[in-house]
């Protein structure tokens, strides 16, 4: 079965550039979070998806950072402009049950953003 | 809130060496408990957990037991080979959909 798949793999872009990711959940999630990760802060999540219904976006930084969940299959989150400081691996997770009442995350490989 | 705090790395240790990684948290209640791992180039992959005091969770070698008198939930494993290299992550979840990460601990492993 295929799992949690993100892209691209890797973005290299310039300052200011809109930046977008993407992602497919396993089939049959119902829960999508966003997380950064970098050395300094680690891993920190961005916005809580259920059921294709923002929960959580506490955790954007600024308004720069978008999310959208179209469809049970699909999300996006979107950077524009872009900065330096966005730079770091970006993961998708699902999960599946009620406010992912498991705990066990399923993560895709990540994105690698660099912004020059 | 809940937090983790696990060691800092990184840890360089030789084959078959013993392994522990430190993870103490506080929560309110009782959290389920998480050892997640990233091997170079991936994602986390849920290693192992337990749910509640005095459970023990074990996979591929690992262990770790939810001592709720010392909040804590050590990952150990008796003999450790060249291909556990990966970051280990301690983590918790309250009763909401909310799963808070320690910040990593980079294990290295040399033959």
């Known amino acids: 079965d295929a799992g949690v798949i993100q892209s691209p793999r890797h973005e290299v872009t310039e300052m200011g550039q809109e930046v977008t990711l993407r992602c497919k959940p396993i089939s049959g999630h119902n829960s999508l979070f966003w997380y950064r990760q970098t050395m300094m802060r680690g891993l920190e999540l961005l916005i809580y998806?259920?059921?294709?219904?923002?929960?959580?976006d506490s955790g954007m930084p600024e308004d720069r950072f978008s999310a959208k969940m179209p469809n049970a299959s699909f999300s996006t989150l979107k950077i524009q402009p872009s900065e330096p400081r966005d730079s770091a691996v970006y993961f998708c997770?699902?999960?599946?049950?009620?406010?992912?009442?498991?705990?066990?995350?399923?993560f895709g490989e990540g994105s690698r953003l660099t912004v020059l | 809130g809940n937090s983790v705090t696990q060691m800092e790395g990184p840890v360089t240790l030789s084959e078959e060496a013993f392994l522990t990684i430190n993870c103490t948290y506080t929560?309110?209640?009782?959290?389920?408990l998480f050892w997640y791992v990233q091997y170079p180039g991936e994602g986390l992959q849920l290693l192992l957990k337990?749910?509640?005091?005095?459970d023990k969770g074990s996979n591929k070698g690992f262990e770790a037991t939810y001592r709720k008198e010392t909040t804590s939930f050590h990952l150990e494993k008796g003999s450790v080979q060249v291909s556990d290299s990966a970051v280990y992550f301690c983590?918790?979840?309250?009763?909401?959909?909310?799963?808070?990460f320690g910040k990593g601990t980079l294990l290295t492993v040399n033959p």
């Open positions: 337990a749910t509640k005091a005095d």
């Open positions: 998806f259920n059921n294709n219904v923002p929960i959580d």
């Open positions: 929560a309110t209640g009782y959290p389920s």
């Open positions: 997770a699902s999960s599946l049950g009620t406010s992912g009442s498991t705990g066990e995350l399923f």
């Open positions: 983590a918790s979840k309250g009763s909401n959909y909310k799963l808070t």
